[in-house]
């Protein structure tokens, strides 16, 4: 039975991993009381017997997770997204009252959390979805949380995340980031983000242990050493512990027993896919979320293991040399990477009338979240300095951190297509810089074929309108009817 004679300010719906470690971290800071509710008793019973310091109030029904909440009530859902969500929803909006708080801090698709917050705000009932970033231990010892919602429940739940969020430089790694499905189109955002810096991570990797011989123990020394420099960051860090691991069962290196498929969990697609609904190019995420999916391909890998490749096998004259080239080229493809996501979050701010703060988003990445890097502090710096700022891979932070990795970046692109060695991450960032700096692209040759098949028309550089030029020949009668 739920502890009648005390009430908390917080509660947790679903205690899973992820959410009982949030319900301890929740329960650990001074002022919070936290109320705690599974589908199944046993799992409840067992959170509250393993963990009797955290003073837990157990509920064995929705009611009683409900009468054990301070009003105005605040539960933060932990289960896992799609119907299992929408159905604790249904629970929660039965049992609460006008006026009270639905969190859901799992990674629900962002268009979801609009249908939801929608739905649920005509009964009056506050519907937020937060981003939570950090995984197990960030949820435990203090996670980047990303809060959509209304400015009414950011401020019961203001405080409340603010205590639990990691601490970065003296700040909580939290804001509000905007309404309804705001905080979880910018934790998606995020994950795309790292899709991109982990195959850029990997990418890395491969070129200098293909190219110099390197063991993978000796590239953890080259790792740990980068990240005590501008690319110090928790990726950087833990590969270096990674590549540093030895498999006990055959003594060799782990990451040479691990199976080379990588898995996803959808963030970094849906990253894409709303990418090219808003129209912004975020090649270099694509790029990631595809090589998952072409190592996932082992039979296709199989039949196309002796088409043909570079005659010689590949190595680089100068090691040392090489290596300080793909640290720039890493460097410089995760400002692309950074720069793509933002220019995606400015898209989606505008799309659906969201007032984010770009410097602050950084700011709140700087710990508890899986990219948090010392690189953040300079994209904060960088809208500050100009709130507008188009690009930005155009701020003179990251324009003069180009300018001075170019030519490395581009010697490790030849190198590896000289190798044969997949970089798909690595070029098609330096494809995309390369495309934003040209001063004419050939889209004009596009434009004319599909007015040529399609009479799409076209704008000209010398003079206003739309224009469709009659092709010649026969084919064009033809052409200007077909719409495809």
């Known amino acids: 039975m739920a502890d009648t004679t005390a009430q908390a300010n917080i509660g947790v719906v679903g205690l899973a991993v992820m959410g009982s470690n949030l319900a301890r971290n929740l329960a650990s800071r001074e002022g919070n009381r936290v109320a705690v509710y599974n589908r199944t008793w046993e799992r409840t019973e067992g959170v509250v017997e393993a963990f009797p310091d955290a003073e837990f109030i157990p509920a064995r029904t929705m009611e009683e997770f409900a009468a054990s909440l301070k009003k105005p009530r605040a539960a933060i859902i932990m289960v896992k997204a799609g119907r299992p969500t929408d159905a604790v929803i249904e629970e929660l909006t039965r049992v609460f009252e006008p006026g009270d708080i639905i969190v859901d801090g799992g990674n629900a698709l962002f268009t979801d959390t609009i249908r939801r917050e929608k739905a649920v705000r005509e009964t009056g009932i506050n519907f937020v979805g937060a981003g939570i970033s950090g995984g197990e231990e960030g949820a435990l010892k203090g996670p980047s949380i990303m809060p959509g919602g209304s400015a009414e429940a950011w401020e019961t739940l203001g405080p409340i995340f603010r205590s639990i969020a990691a601490i970065a430089e003296g700040e909580p790694c939290v804001t509000h980031v905007g309404t309804d499905g705001a905080g979880h189109f910018v934790k998606m955002i995020h994950n795309g983000i790292e899709y991109a810096d982990m195959q850029l991570i990997a990418e890395a990797y491969d070129l200098i242990r293909r190219g110099t011989g390197k063991s993978p123990a000796e590239i953890a020394e080259i790792f740990a050493e980068w990240n005590k420099g501008e690319l110090e960051s928790y990726l950087i860090e833990i590969t270096a512990e990674v590549l540093r691991q030895v498999d006990a069962e055959t003594g060799k290196p782990l990451v040479d027993v691990i199976l080379d498929q990588a898995g996803a969990k959808g963030t970094g697609a849906w990253t894409v896919q709303t990418a090219l609904d808003l129209g912004i190019p975020v090649s270099g995420i694509a790029e990631a979320v595809f090589a998952r999916s072409l190592s996932s391909k082992p039979a296709q890998r199989a039949a196309a293991s002796n088409l043909p490749g570079p005659a010689e096998e590949w190595t680089v004259d100068d090691p040392e040399g090489f290596i300080e080239d793909v640290r720039q080229a890493l460097y410089a493809s995760k400002i692309v990477a950074y720069s793509q996501g933002f220019d995606e979050i400015v898209a989606g701010a505008e799309q659906y009338g969201?007032?984010?703060?770009?410097?602050?988003?950084?700011?709140?990445?700087?710990?508890?979240?899986?990219?948090?890097?010392?690189?953040?502090?300079?994209?904060?710096?960088?809208?500050?300095?100009?709130?507008?700022?188009?690009?930005?891979?155009?701020?003179?932070?990251?324009?003069?951190?180009?300018?001075?990795?170019?030519?490395?970046?581009?010697?490790?692109?030849?190198?590896?297509?000289?190798?044969?060695?997949?970089?798909?991450?690595?070029?098609?960032?330096?494809?995309?810089?390369?495309?934003?700096?040209?001063?004419?692209?050939?889209?004009?040759?596009?434009?004319?074929?599909?007015?040529?098949?399609?009479?799409?028309?076209?704008?000209?550089?010398?003079?206003?309108?739309?224009?469709?030029?009659?092709?010649?020949?026969?084919?064009?009668?033809?052409?200007?009817?077909?719409?495809?």
């Open 354 to 484: 969201w007032d984010i703060k770009k410097g602050e988003i950084a700011k709140i990445w700087r710990g508890g979240c899986i990219i948090r890097a010392q690189f953040l502090n300079r994209i904060t710096e960088a809208y500050e300095d100009d709130p507008g700022l188009v690009a930005l891979l155009t701020a003179p932070y990251f324009r003069r951190a180009l300018t001075e990795a170019e030519p490395a970046w581009r010697r490790v692109v030849i190198a590896a297509v000289q190798g044969g060695i997949p970089s798909p991450a690595f070029s098609s960032s330096l494809a995309y810089y390369d495309g934003l700096r040209a001063d004419r692209l050939p889209a004009a040759l596009v434009q004319g074929q599909r007015d040529f098949f399609g009479a799409h028309t076209y704008r000209r550089v010398d003079k206003e309108g739309t224009f469709h030029t009659l092709w010649s020949g026969d084919r064009s009668e033809v052409a200007a009817t077909d719409t495809h």
